[in-house]
Structures are given as C-alpha cells and as structure tokens.
C-alpha cells in the first residue's frame, strides 16, 4: 500500500553524518549530544543515533523524553529547555537531566525528586548575548551558591546557546568568554562538570577554526546531523547528506489554468494578500498536501518545477513541460522546517530507507571522492 504524504527518511545517511560529526568534535575534545526535537524523537533515528556512539540524547518535549525512556533508548536523556512547574514531576520521573535558569523551577525540582527519592541533574544556562534563554553571567555565581543547598539537585552542567533567538554566532571571542566564566565556577565551587554544553549546529565554523576548544565538552547537534548543514549560514557541511529526508505527495490534479486569478480579489484564508506574475495559461499541478502537513517554503522540488503557493491541504506547482496524472508522486529536498512540521504532523506518513548492497557502496565512493578532492584543495 502506497503511503501519501509521507517523508522518506534515509537511516544509513543519518548514520555517516553522526559518525562524521562525533570524529570532527572529537578531534577537539568535544562530545557529541543528540538532538532529537527536530524529528519528534522518531524511535529509530534515536537508535541509529545511539548505534554511531552518541551517548546523550535532548528533546524539548518532555513528551518525547517519556517515548524515549519508555522504549529503553540508552542514553542519558536531557529535557533541552527548562520545564514548566507543571512538568516536574514527569521531568524527575522520566528526563536523567533538564536545562534550567529559573531558581523557582530548580527548588520544585528539588522537592520532587526528595519525593521521588532519587537525585535529579541539571544543566544551568547562561547567557552569552543570543537572549533565548540563561541565566547573566553576573547572577549566575549567586544562583549555583544558592543550587548547591539543594541536596536532592546535581549541577551536572553549564550550557550556553548561539544563534537561535538573536542571530548571535558563536565567536572565538565569545566562546573563550564562556569558557572563562564556566572554569571560573569550577574552581569558585569545586564543580566537576561532565556536561560544559557550548552551543549547537552553529558552532561547526568555530570549531573547525579553533586551536583550543576551552573547557567546552558538549555540543548539542540536531540539523547538522539530520540534514548535514551548519546553522549560522545554512552552508553545507563537506562529506555530509543534506539528502536523509525526502517529501513525497501525490498529484490530485493536473490542468492547463491562467496564471492570475480572476475576479474582485481579497486576503487568502491564511489573511495574506497574494501577488501573480501574468504567465498565460499555464499547467499548474495540485498535490495533496499543504500547510496542514508541512513548512512549504521548506520544500523544494527535486525536480525542476515552481511552488507557486499553498493552502491548508494543496500545493500549486508549476510544473512547466512536465505532464503530471492523478496519482503521479512528487518529490520534494527538505530544510530543517520542513523536517520539523511533517514529522511531528500526524498527517504524514514516516517510512525508512533502506539502501541495497550496490547504493551503499555507492554512498562510500561518493564519500571517499569528496575526501579526495577537499585534500587536493587543500593540498592536506
């Protein structure tokens, strides 16, 4: 049975880019934590990730933290952003570690876990200018002075986060700036730190460049190793897939139609007034799918055609001189938004790639060419 909208997902490419990725920080004396939020922490790509070494998983659902417990992935699993009071229990109960800021939310951890018997972990966030979450560097030895009297918490960590809210990159000068603060706290509190979080995929361009990575040891990865790119500019990383996921749709409609509406024109149903370019008739292609299911502007054709715009549960291509019939698929490159809505939709199907003998060897020379020639580039 032919499964429509679904994304196919490539294991063995999320493979290699982890295993990628693990050798590049490791090289720096970094370790690699899993980010699974972006797939919903779809089962067997928390397996694969586990299957490569990657020893550490986040999420920041603690929904999806229950699935993963629950289906006894080994891994520590870490809540990536700080729960709600609401969640505490639930956090203590299934989450080994969670991200904090908030002294309040840190004090009804502490007295969940004296219920739950058991020490919770947790790693403190602060911030470094992006202004998504942390705590400032000036508040933040108060706030650990104030953690250690928790008997039932464990400071496990010090994180900091780049370029999600602000935009702000992870400099050299910026990253020797929290390295600084961070071995300031270990000697001023006698802080043995398994986890000195230093920031996420935008954190690739520095530590290809850095000489000396500081007292980072952790790095959070999710878009680097599902679709191979470093987030500060987008840019592909060298030997990785951007290809592991592909969206798949089913052509419900295919006609030679204007290429401007026609009639007393208002807002869409999304609220948005839409503008034409007058092309004649042309052949415009509907496929079932739309924003119900996925971040269209986070689709690209594979083939050469045009989106030329969505509602709900279509969209309208332009497939130029391609001919299309009911029932013909189209396959769509994804970004990391797209990735994210249509694998947490439950409209869209999930389905697993698996190479055959002759694909893989093929995977293998191709990486093996892309060494070749970033070494004759290089000169290495």
């Known amino acids: 049975m032919v499964l429509l909208p679904r994304v196919e997902i490539n294991l063995e490419k999320i493979k290699h880019n982890a295993k990628t990725l693990k050798k590049i920080y490791g090289r720096k004396g970094i370790d690699v934590t899993g980010v699974v939020k972006g797939v919903a922490a779809d089962l067997k790509i928390a397996a694969a990730l586990v299957e490569c070494g990657i020893t550490s998983l986040a999420d920041s659902k603690i929904a999806n933290i229950i699935k993963l417990k629950r289906a006894g992935i080994k891994a520590d699993l870490i809540l990536l952003r700080s729960p709600g009071i609401s969640e505490v229990e639930k956090t203590v109960q299934y989450a080994d570690t969670s991200m904090n800021t908030e002294l309040d939310v840190i004090r009804a951890l ?216 009911p029932g013909d698929e189209v396959r769509f490159y994804m970004n990391y938004g797209a990735v994210l809505t249509a694998m947490t939709s439950p409209y869209v199907h999930k389905t697993y790639v698996y190479p055959d003998a002759k694909t893989r060897e093929w995977y293998k020379q191709q990486f093996i060419l892309s060494r070749v020639a970033k070494q004759e580039k290089t000169g290495a």
Not at 197 to 204: I, L
Not at 233 to 250: H, K, M, N, T
Not at 270 to 289: L, W
Request: aromatic residues 8%.
């Open 110 to 325: 502490s007295a969940e876990a004296a219920r739950q018997k058991k020490k919770h972990k947790i790693i403190l966030m602060v911030e470094m200018g992006d202004l998504r979450e942390g705590i400032l560097l000036k508040d933040a030895p108060a706030m650990i002075h104030e953690v250690l009297k928790y008997p039932d918490i464990e400071i496990a960590g010090i994180g900091t986060n780049f370029a999600c809210f602000g935009g702000v990159l992870p400099t050299e000068q910026k990253m020797r700036e929290f390295s600084r603060f961070v071995r300031a706290m270990q000697e001023l509190f006698s802080l043995k730190l398994p986890y000195v979080s230093g920031g996420n995929s935008a954190n690739y361009n520095w530590v290809m460049k850095t000489k000396d990575a500081g007292a980072v040891n952790n790095i959070r990865l999710g878009e680097s190793i599902l679709l191979g790119r470093e987030t500060s500019g987008g840019r592909a990383i060298p030997s990785l897939y951007q290809d592991a996921f592909c969206f798949v749709a089913e052509v419900i409609e295919s006609k030679i139609k204007p290429s401007v509406p026609y009639g007393m024109i208002g807002k869409n149903a999304f609220g948005e007034r839409v503008s034409f370019q007058d092309r004649g008739n042309r052949r415009r292609t509907i496929v079932g799918a739309g924003r119900h299911d996925v971040l269209v502007p986070g689709l690209t054709p594979v083939q050469p055609f045009e989106i030329l715009g969505s509602s709900s549960d279509h969209i309208i291509l332009d497939t130029k001189d391609a001919i299309l019939k």
